[in-house]
């Protein structure tokens, strides 16, 4: 077909996609492969439209969420421009300072800067180069790497000799120790461990890119972005995060979660889910590579969501469990693509509404009463900057959530109590942050704000912590009885923040 023909068919994008790789249509088998092979074309002409001439960020996050990106031709050109290879292959890291004021839902993403699909041929270069010296770099878990390949490729390789087999192991040993080695170096500001799980996500990528190296191009980038958290020196980040499990389900359905968390299951059966990608207990590459579409295209703390609303699709057989062990067994090898569940996109599409009701920091925010603060991970706070086409993580933890949590409230108020002028009934409340944030720059406004309180009892909400300029200017928003409260950094010392 031609170009001009793809973008006819574009203004028909915004159908329900119906290529899921489980589609549980009951309609002949003859019809659904003729309206999947024309579903499958039509997308296939709208990436193309979103990838040439020019790189249309948003609109290709958008597709790859929405219909996936149907075959390795598609994957192999856009998975580097969704995790932001495209635009810079050196990881994006931020300051704990840096502003964290709303999450940024993938779907609000309409940025469409120029960005060529053949950029950083040079960098590129460099890195195959370096690619030998860095799978012989010794590192503490060279072994477990070798016993994890060892067990790995079985279900992808089905027909395969065990000679082709065997061949494909060892390339998937090199992406690995080569992903460890490049950031081994001292001059890199970065620390890479490998876990036990890493393996299921480079095989993917492997199988569906049939590249070594562009395996472990890709996978270098994911191990200090959406995998941060997993290859810090223990799991203990992954841990952490994945209490957010509760408060998430919480959300969408109280019910089960009460009545999962009244018989004392910890989170950990959601570990695989994080960690792999659901990559560990999906058997069909197809499926897998369409979940890599959806979890590249988006937040990284999407393969929560999609947990969560699999939990939801189980609903029913998890109220039936009475034993703590039963459930655990029930979750923590969950089949994304079985019998209990509705087809992958009807899941996915699931996900990404529960995202936009509730996004990350929404999330962390809503957990501060019921967890414990979170000192180790990173990935809830996850940014893309469209300005870089990348994404970015704080460095470490921002210390504005340490701050409020509920313990450290009354510690506010008493310093709040010194300070008669911070209830200044003159101020009035921004109808949002940016508001909030673009008054801090006038000098008119600034000493009001920081006496000023936003009342608002029934929805408290962590607003800000900003850096200017490298001078670190740091407010500390704080929900206390009487709503919102902002004191200047200096006063953060007397409860904590610093």
Not at 92 to 115: D, G
Not at 180 to 192: I, K, L, N, P, S
Not at 265 to 289: E, Q, R
Not at 438 to 454: A, C, F, P, Q
Request: aromatic share 8%; with cysteine.
């Amino acid at each position: 077909m031609s170009r001009k023909g793809c973008r006819r068919r574009k203004k028909k994008s915004s159908a329900s996609p119906k290529n899921s790789p489980n589609n549980k249509s009951k309609s002949p088998s003859g019809e659904d492969d003729k309206e999947r092979f024309r579903d499958d074309h039509e997308t296939v002409c709208l990436i193309e439209d979103a990838i040439q001439p020019t790189v249309d960020i948003g609109n290709l996050r958008r597709l790859a969420v929405e219909r996936g990106l149907v075959n390795r031709r598609l994957r192999k050109r856009c998975w580097p421009l969704l995790l932001g290879s495209g635009a810079d292959s050196t990881p994006q890291h931020s300051t704990c300072e840096r502003e964290y004021t709303l999450s940024r839902e993938f779907s609000s993403s309409k940025s469409s800067s120029a960005i060529s699909p053949d950029s950083k041929e040079e960098e590129t270069e460099v890195q195959v180069d370096k690619y030998e010296e860095w799978h012989q770099v010794d590192h503490r878990d060279r072994h477990v790497v070798e016993v994890d390949v060892e067990r790995s490729l079985w279900s992808f390789t089905e027909g395969m000799s065990d000679e082709r087999r065997s061949e494909l192991r060892q390339e998937l040993s090199r992406v690995l120790n080569a992903t460890v080695g490049r950031y081994a170096g001292f001059d890199t500001g970065v620390q890479v461990h490998y876990y036990q799980g890493l393996h299921d996500v480079a095989s993917v990528l492997m199988m569906e890119l049939g590249s070594e190296i562009g395996a472990f191009q890709l996978l270098s980038q994911l191990v200090v972005l959406h995998l941060r958290d997993c290859t810090k020196p223990s799991l203990e980040p992954v841990l952490e995060l994945l209490q957010l499990v509760w408060p998430l389900l919480s959300f969408q359905d109280s019910g089960l979660s009460l009545h999962l968390q009244r018989m004392g299951l910890p989170a950990y059966f959601s570990l695989s889910w994080f960690i792999t990608w659901f990559a560990h207990d999906v058997k069909a590459l197809k499926v897998a590579s369409r979940l890599f579409d959806f979890f590249l295209a988006s937040h990284p703390l999407m393969p929560l969501y999609l947990g969560v609303s699999a939990m939801q699709a189980m609903r029913q057989p998890l109220l039936a469990c009475m034993e703590m062990h039963e459930a655990h067994a029930l979750l923590s090898h969950i089949d994304i693509t079985g019998d209990l569940m509705p087809p992958l996109e009807e899941l996915m599409s699931s996900a990404v509404r529960l995202m936009q009701h509730l996004s990350p920091l929404g999330l962390v925010e809503r957990s501060l009463n019921t967890l414990p603060p979170m000192t180790l991970c990173v990935v809830p706070w996850a940014t893309w900057i469209d300005e870089t086409q990348c994404w970015q993580l704080p460095s470490t933890t921002p210390r504005v959530i340490r701050a409020v949590h509920q313990h450290q409230h009354q510690g506010l108020q008493r310093l709040l109590s010194r300070f008669p002028g911070w209830q200044a009934p003159g101020w009035q409340a921004p109808d949002n942050e940016s508001a909030l944030l673009s008054k801090e720059e006038g000098d008119d406004t600034s000493s009001s704000l920081r006496r000023g309180v936003y009342h608002n009892r029934k929805r408290p909400r962590v607003l800000m912590a900003l850096s200017k300029g490298g001078m670190v200017s740091m407010y500390v928003v704080a929900a206390v009885i009487a709503g919102y409260a902002m004191v200047k950094g200096g006063f953060g010392k007397e409860f904590g923040v610093y």
